[in-house]
């Protein structure tokens, strides 16, 4: 089963996807997410310029050594770059495998390990008033797990609060990254106020979750997550930058409070020590920025051995080719803890028809072969790509930050 071509498609219905499209020379095409939030065009020619050359002719059933030529045979190995072409790559791959073989994606991996794959939502707020009625909305459409960002009163930028009315988009189109202020010490003292209220309202059964976005130091991170103990928190993510392993150690010493990391890491490398020191409860290493099925199903095998659960990235910057992805991967892997559905735009649903569905909080990625996503490209062109950039953090004094 020969490559006979790959192509590249970049489109921007409400914010910028790129998708790799593989076809069989007996007609079998399979799709794969390559958007890297902020910096698109390097992986579009990253893989158009280097990669789609090399695929041509290739035996498309050959998707663990395709994925190895294309790591070890790049030699300037792992990074974002490189590791999100890679993943579009595998996962095209795997959805030309599963039309082939006429079974969903998740009946390759040895199938369903549950009946659906829990998912958990964004809600967010101005106020804390605001926030509070967000996530009663949410748990109304029936989330049974939601996350829960509040501004901090008079920080006008706090992480993750949408604009009024509108879904959360980090990224701003424009020539320049907005930039953003952060304090520390007012967001240490408003996050238990948070979900104090959040409990006393909404009652002990919902499972909130919080994200920190890489905003603090280890002790600092141990003492959020000490003053949010009362309020059992599914889980308190990113609570530091990740380049230091050994910083979640002090976190660990002082707090029970689950920890989920890894939205931004490339490969198991990244998640080692986190893993095997079993400094964090749930890694949220993604299909499209960690190499793939064929490398994320190795993160989780090694997870798995260390009590430490799948809890995959999944926002909105990551196309619904992801999410039926990380679907097929959510239902079938052992280990599963949750998987994030931000949900996309009425305009991305259009450009991607898929197969998966929602119901009472949970999901599944549908039974049609492969993974059951699709792109329409006459609309997706009608979307061109937009520049646009994640915000930089800056603290008070003008030090850049962790945005
Ligand atoms: C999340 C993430 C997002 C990221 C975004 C970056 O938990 O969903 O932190 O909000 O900021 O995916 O592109
Ligand atoms: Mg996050």
């Known amino acids: 089963m020969k490559i006979a071509d790959a192509k590249v498609i970049v489109c921007s219905p409400g914010r910028n996807f790129v998708t790799l499209k593989i076809v069989t020379e007996d007609g079998l095409t399979g799709l794969g997410d390559a958007t890297l939030n902020g910096r698109e065009m390097a992986v579009a020619s990253y893989l158009s310029e280097h990669i789609v050359p090399l695929l041509i002719g290739r035996d498309a059933r050959r998707i663990e050594d395709t994925w190895h030529y294309l790591y070890k045979g790049v030699y300037w190995r792992k990074g974002a770059v490189t590791m999100t072409a890679i993943a579009a790559v595998d996962v095209a791959l795997w959805d030309i495998a599963g039309k082939a073989a006429n079974k969903p994606v998740y009946q390759l991996f040895g199938g369903a390990s549950r009946e659906e794959v829990l998912v958990y939502s964004h809600a967010s707020g101005a106020t804390i008033d605001?926030?509070?009625?967000?996530?009663?909305?949410?748990?109304?459409?029936?989330?049974?797990?939601?996350?829960?960002?509040?501004?901090?009163?008079?920080?006008?930028?706090?992480?993750?609060?949408s604009k009024a009315g509108r879904a959360y988009e980090p990224a701003e189109r424009g020539a320049m990254p907005a930039e953003t202020t952060w304090s520390t010490e007012p967001y240490l003292q408003f996050a238990p106020m948070l979900f104090d209220r959040l409990r006393r309202e909404l009652g002990s059964e919902i499972q909130l979750l919080h994200d920190v976005h890489h905003r603090l130091r280890p002790?600092?991170?141990?003492?959020?997550?000490?003053?949010?103990?009362?309020?059992?928190?599914?889980?308190?993510?990113?609570?530091?930058?990740?380049?230091?392993?050994?910083?979640?150690?002090?976190?660990?010493?002082?707090?029970?409070?689950?920890?989920?990391?890894?939205?931004?890491?490339?490969?198991?490398?990244?998640?080692?020590?986190?893993?095997?020191?079993?400094?964090?409860?749930?890694?949220?290493?993604?299909?499209?920025?960690?190499?793939?099925?064929?490398?994320?199903r190795k993160i989780a095998a090694v997870a798995d051995l260390y009590h430490v659960r799948t809890g995959c990235h999944g926002a909105s910057d990551l196309s619904p080719v992801t999410m039926a992805a990380a679907l097929h991967f959510g239902l079938s892997v052992h280990n599963f803890g949750i998987q994030e559905h931000m949900g996309h735009t009425p305009e991305t649903e259009q450009v991607f028809p898929h197969g998966y569905t929602f119901r009472d909080g949970a999901m599944h990625p549908g039974d049609r072969p492969g993974l059951g996503v699709t792109i329409d490209e006459t609309l997706a062109a009608a979307y061109p790509y937009q520049r646009a950039y994640l915000p930089v953090a800056r603290l008070e004094d003008g030090t850049v930050h962790s945005w």
């Open 219 to 296: 002790i600092e991170a141990a003492r959020l997550g000490k003053s949010l103990e009362p309020y059992h928190l599914f889980w308190m993510e990113d609570p530091v930058p990740a380049e230091l392993q050994e910083g979640f150690r002090t976190i660990r010493q002082h707090t029970t409070t689950p920890v989920a990391v890894g939205e931004v890491f490339d490969s198991i490398y990244d998640a080692y020590r986190l893993i095997q020191e079993q400094l964090i409860d749930y890694i949220r290493a993604s299909v499209v920025h960690a190499g793939g099925l064929t490398h994320l």
């Open 130 to 161: 605001h926030t509070v009625t967000a996530v009663a909305d949410r748990a109304k459409a029936g989330y049974r797990a939601i996350r829960a960002q509040c501004a901090v009163p008079g920080h006008a930028h706090s992480y993750g609060v």
